[in-house]
């Protein structure tokens, strides 16, 4: 299979270069093709501007979105943009390999996302009509593709647990596995994390290693995290969850489907009528 | 007063402009001082690197927090880092105007968070030994400030909505609002939001302009969001939730203080021996 890493971190020396170089060997060693972009290594232009669109009249007013349309349906697109989204395209699973930084991704994979997640590529995409806002949460250019996050936490593990006081883990993932990488189409495995980073010592590192191993061999194997598709008839017309659905969840998790529930539910149809059961 | 205003768009004509103009304007016709941080304007630095540190040797492995602790305390950051530390200690309160990008800030502003966000300044700050994990969740360096998000998203609020496909916007915002400017102290009020920014027309601009107005009016009055804080006795030694909180609210949400609940609570105490009342 074809595996792209998109990897951000300034140090090759660190946590996340190891962690970067086990999942090439590893993956490579088992007969995938590895790509990576490395993007402090590439000098990855971080900031979405007027300069990513090559025909634009640079004293025209910038909507972003609309030139970005634009420059990818006519090939007018930074040549860096158009490569990334060729090896998107190339992969069948993409693994993200950054430190959480502020409850986030690193800003210059933010501005990767940015930049190649381009109108007609990642949004826009699929019809918009009526009751239909387009191929999204589920499907869309990526579709097929599984996708996930390797992070480094600063923090302890109690401190991202449920009630922990950062927030659980997975509703601070939520706006990127949910939002950045469902959204286009990617099947989002659970995330694979280090957390304590800064005081991993040489000691723990084998047991990390076999951790980690043991989540690259399930990549195109694993469960992925069931998000409820937007087309698959769980949200109303207004895509809203239809009020027999999420009930016994809470905040983000209203959007898992619970064991049990079907995939896909009639569209269009509203279940209940009432918003409380 | 002072406030500081933290503006990242591309475009002057564009939406985010015409909000940032006005809060200028609005502002400073109350009598605040207002001085505005314009990222794109100033080619703001979004990727954090060794750059950051004047006096490192560039041949030693990078961990950055070490490097920014080191030269948070001995005045060798660089000089647009340390510009904008000054800015916020000089400010009472803080706007923030951005669009939603991917469900989250544009990268050159995370960017911004990640270099002035300085070890020592906005984390790392305070004592941390035993059961104290330092001053942050409502203590720091920037206690006694306000902040609020005015933010522009593309689509329609009932996406944003509690159980909307996007997932809930208070989910969305709370590791900003929650994880970058509660944790250094500031108070945070509920942000402001413009929706369908792409399709807003001429005629709905006075709309927008007063609700603006009013909350721009506010900044030093409105409520802000009740997170509760790290030391003020709700959350236990391994900084979880005490059981005896939380327990009608959900995800993000069993964070904020509910009505009629006290703000401090014994610190170190557990009120309930059982996870589950």
Chains 1, 2 share one sequence.
Not at 13 to 21: E, F, H, I, T, Y
Not at 115 to 126: E, K, N, P, S, W
Not at 136 to 143: A, I, N, P
Not at 234 to 255: E, F
Request: glycine share 12%; with cysteine; hydrophobic share 40%.
């Amino acid at each position: 299979m074809n595996i792209l890493i998109v990897y951000a971190h300034p140090e090759p020396k660190s946590l996340n270069g190891a962690l970067k170089d086990l999942a090439v060997r590893h993956l490579a060693g088992q007969g995938h093709e590895v790509r990576v972009s490395d993007l402090y290594a590439m000098g990855w232009k971080a900031v979405a501007d007027g300069g990513d669109f090559l025909s634009r009249d640079s004293g025209e007013r910038l909507s972003y979105a609309r030139a970005s349309k634009g420059a990818f349906a006519d090939g007018s697109q930074s040549p860096d943009i158009a490569a990334e989204q060729e090896k998107l395209l190339w992969a069948n699973a993409v693994l993200f390999q950054f430190p959480m930084w502020w409850f986030s991704m690193p800003a210059i994979l933010k501005g990767w996302i940015e930049r190649v997640y381009a109108f007609g590529f990642a949004y826009g995409v699929g019809v918009h009509e009526g009751e239909r806002w387009g191929d999204r949460y589920g499907e869309g250019t990526l579709t097929g593709r599984r996708a996930m996050l390797s992070v480094t936490i600063g923090g302890r593990a109690p401190h991202y647990s449920d009630r922990g006081v950062n927030g659980a883990l997975d509703d601070i993932l939520f706006p990127i596995q949910h939002g950045v990488l469902f959204y286009p189409g990617m099947e989002v495995l659970p995330p694979f994390t280090t957390y304590q980073a800064d005081r991993l010592k040489a000691e723990q590192w084998p047991s990390v290693e076999e951790a980690f191993k043991a989540r690259l061999d399930g990549l195109f194997t694993d469960a992925p995290l069931p998000f409820r598709k937007q087309n698959g008839g769980h949200y109303d017309t207004q895509q809203v969850l239809k009020p027999c659905l999420g009930h016994d969840a809470s905040g983000t998790r209203i959007h898992l489907v619970k064991p049990g529930e079907p995939e896909q539910l009639p569209v269009g149809v509203k279940i209940f009528e009432t918003e409380e059961l």
